[in-house]
């Protein structure tokens, strides 16, 4: 089976700018979700998406979404790009979720604010 | 509130000797617990878990970590360790509240394994 598969790898941006970051997860895997990881703040959880449907989201601003299709594919939008926002997106997939699921990390984006 | 600390950020071992990582939690209920790998410019692999049931866990890679109740705890281990175990390791931590199991990472610790 394909691993999860994450588009563009590295990204340049500059502040002010809005960016749009793909995750393909796993085949049969219908649980998508996304997490920043940073040097300073570790790996913090941005939101879970579920048939199509946001369960659960993180303490991010309203700056950040995300939206899942009906091929489960996911992606996640961060609009008027700040400095700080400089991380590496992962996103993660499952089967259906209920706590105890393994979870499956994508390589990752870069994404480089300047 | 849950949260995950791994009180060391690095850990110096040599090669062949036995390695351990620690990972303490505080939670209200009874937790999941996962261990994950980090390799540079990779994502996170899964190790192993703590659902329910033994104690001790095996996981991939020769690893194996034990969920202690008392010291809430669940630190990561490996009998004799390889320089390619050299990586970042985070420990996490899932609680149900409200049907909602978002998970809390730790803060990783980078293993160094020397020749």
């Known amino acids: 089976k394909a691993g999860v598969t994450q588009t563009p790898r590295y990204l340049i941006k500059t502040r002010g700018q809005q960016v749009t970051l793909s995750c393909s997860p796993i085949?049969?895997?219908?649980?998508v979700s996304w997490y920043q990881q940073t040097p300073g703040q570790g790996l913090q959880f941005l939101f879970e998406?579920?048939?199509?449907?946001?369960?659960n989201k993180g303490n991010f601003p309203g700056r950040f979404s995300g939206r899942q299709f009906s091929n489960s594919r996911s992606e996640m939008n961060v609009s008027t790009l700040e400095l700080g926002d400089s991380a590496l997106y992962l996103c993660?997939?499952?089967?259906?979720?209920?706590?105890?699921?393994?979870?499956?990390f994508g390589p990752g984006t870069r994404l480089l604010v300047l | 509130a849950q949260s995950v600390a791994q009180p060391e950020d690095q850990v110096n071992v040599a090669e062949g000797n036995p390695l351990t990582v620690k990972c303490t939690y505080s939670?209200?209920?009874?937790?999941?617990l996962f261990w994950y790998v980090q390799y540079p410019n990779r994502g996170l692999q899964f190790l192993l878990k703590?659902?329910?049931?033994?104690?001790l866990v095996k996981g991939s890679y020769g690893f194996e970590a034990e969920f202690n109740k008392s010291q809430t705890s669940f630190h990561l281990k490996k009998p004799s360790a390889l320089v390619s175990d050299s990586a970042l390791y985070f420990c996490?931590?899932?609680?149900?509240?409200?049907?909602?199991?978002?998970?809390?990472f730790g803060r990783g610790t980078s293993l160094i394994v020397h020749p």
């Open positions: 993660a997939s499952s089967i259906p979720p209920d706590g105890q699921e393994t979870q499956y």
């Open positions: 085949s049969g895997h219908r649980s």
């Open positions: 998406y579920f048939s199509e449907t946001q369960r």
């Open positions: 996490a931590v899932r609680v149900p509240s409200g049907g909602s199991y978002i998970p809390t």
């Open positions: 939670v209200s209920g009874n937790p999941y």
């Open positions: 703590y659902i329910t049931g033994d104690n």
